[in-house]
């Protein structure tokens, strides 16, 4: 099968990410690190500056970040902290500003020990992102984030820039998620790795690009479909993967899960399909607000009740009607751990099919262990 991603010019997107950040940070864009999901990206591109993603998903940092934090803490944390401590994150060296959120305890302690480096701002983010009160605070922290870039850059963020990035964030989602339908299909046209290259593509594209970028691919799977190429056979248990964010060392779990006959449909973490499901709602007249109301709604499970992962799951398994469910939890992270019970029941006695729990980190030592429990579940079929 001929891969989807041959294209010199968007082939390897991470290097091209960062090929591209390099220019621009030297055409004089301000370069902002940002490490979630909750950060209001639409903020700082209306500001003419660029977001940068840190790194996070590497085993190799994390000896250097136990020289300092606790052992027992998750691995995405210690994987970020020693990027820093390392000078091993080409992105948060180029990055004059960082934004972190107030999320799960680990992280927001994890940013007190780096706020000394760079300019950072802390966003605090409501925990009960039902409760009416919750919306006014949340508010109240995109308009801080607004004041901090302009303070910091010395450049005003107008409401007509920031409507414009929002109709840009709108279409692109709209297109990702037109996109997704081809991991809908069955057999599976898409596989997890090319859907990850096909994710990285959107942070150097605009709108347009984006649109003639897919259009291409598109074209690429319908001969595969006309040529009857698929990912795995029509015997390939099918797999929504959820939980924890993942990526680097940690897409050992999808590797695992490929290794074992199976094939993976959708993604629903943050690393995957979670950040296209955001509609910001445009034309408001405040759009500071819009960006409120549409971040609040991200369903992590730092929020409680977290509702919103219910919903977001049934939508994706309607969509793409998996045969299990693999929810990934780090290692140390309680929220996701917790949450993976009520997730459970969730998807077993509303959709009737299995959930296996995942706990692991970024090492390889659990590897064999996990494949055979993923083989035991596609056993039971
Ligand atoms: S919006 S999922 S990107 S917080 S895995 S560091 S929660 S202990 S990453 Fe996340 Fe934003 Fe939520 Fe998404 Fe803490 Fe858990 Fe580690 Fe986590």
Same mark, same amino acid.
């Given at each position: 099968m001929e891969p989807l991603i041959n294209d010199r010019f968007i082939s390897n997107p991470n290097k091209r990410i960062l090929d591209s950040i390099i220019w621009?940070?030297?055409?004089?864009? &301000?370069?902002?690190?940002?490490?979630?999901?909750?950060?209001?990206?639409?903020?700082? *591109?209306?500001?003419?500056a660029v977001p940068a993603c840190l790194c996070a998903f590497s085993q190799r940092t994390i000896d250097a970040a136990e020289t300092?934090?606790?052992?027992?803490?998750?691995?995405?944390?210690?994987?970020?902290?020693?990027?820093?401590?390392?000078?091993a994150c080409p992105f948060y060296g180029l990055s004059q500003a960082i934004i972190g959120e107030t999320t799960c305890d680990g992280k927001k302690k994890?940013?007190?020990?780096?706020?000394?480096?760079?300019? +950072?701002?802390?966003? !605090?983010? &409501?925990?009960? &992102?039902?409760?009416?009160?919750?919306? =006014? +605070?949340? =508010?109240?922290?995109?308009?801080?984030?607004?004041?901090? #870039?302009?303070? =910091?850059?010395? @450049?005003?963020?107008? !409401?007509? $820039?920031?409507? *414009?990035?929002? /109709?840009? =964030?709108? /279409?692109?989602?709209?297109?990702?998620? $037109?996109?997704?339908?081809?991991?809908?299909?069955? &057999?599976?046209?898409?596989?997890?790795?090319?859907?990850? !290259?096909?994710?990285?593509l959107e942070y150097v594209s605009n709108a347009d690009e984006l649109d003639g970028? #897919?259009?291409?691919?598109?074209? *690429?799977?319908?001969? @595969? /479909?006309?040529?009857?190429?698929?990912i795995g056979d029509a015997l390939s248990p099918c797999v929504l993967v959820t939980g924890c964010p993942i990526g680097g060392d940690a897409n050992k779990v999808y590797k695992v899960i490929e290794e074992a006959g199976g094939v993976i449909v959708a993604m629903e973490a943050c690393s995957g399909m979670k950040r296209y499901t955001l509609a910001i709602e445009e034309g408001t007249g405040d759009p500071v607000s819009s960006l409120a109301r549409a971040y609040l709604k991200i369903p992590c499970s730092?929020?409680?009740?977290?509702?919103? /992962?219910?919903?977001?799951? $049934?939508?994706?398994?309607?969509k793409f009607r998996p045969h299990a469910v693999v929810d990934v939890v780090l290692r140390a992270c309680h929220s996701y751990n917790i949450e993976s019970y009520k997730i459970e029941n969730h998807v077993r006695e509303k959709?009737?099919?299995?959930?296996?729990?995942?706990e692991t980190d970024f090492s390889e030592s659990d590897r064999a262990?996990? *494949?055979? @429990?993923?083989?035991?579940?596609?056993?039971?079929?």
């Open positions: 621009e940070r030297n055409i004089g864009l &301000p370069v902002i690190g940002v490490y979630c999901a909750y950060a209001p990206v639409e903020l700082i *591109r209306a500001m003419g300092v934090l606790p052992h027992n803490l998750c691995p995405l944390i210690k994987s970020s902290f020693g990027f820093i401590i390392s000078d994890m940013f007190e020990l780096i706020q000394h480096i760079k300019p +950072t701002h802390i966003m !605090d983010l &409501p925990q009960k &992102p039902d409760e009416q009160e919750a919306i =006014t +605070t949340w =508010t109240a922290m995109v308009h801080k984030l607004k004041a901090f #870039l302009e303070g =910091t850059f010395g @450049r005003e963020i107008a !409401d007509e $820039d920031i409507e *414009r990035e929002i /109709r840009q =964030t709108n /279409r692109k989602n709209r297109l990702m998620n $037109d996109f997704f339908g081809y991991m809908a299909h069955y &057999p599976p046209l898409v596989n997890w790795n090319e859907m990850y !290259d096909v994710f990285s970028t #897919l259009q291409g691919l598109a074209q *690429r799977l319908e001969m @595969r /479909r006309d040529n009857g190429e698929y730092c929020m409680t009740p977290n509702m919103g /992962r219910l919903e977001a799951l $049934d939508a994706l398994i309607e959709h009737k099919i299995p959930l296996l729990k995942v262990m996990i *494949r055979t @429990r993923v083989q035991a579940v596609f056993e039971n079929l």
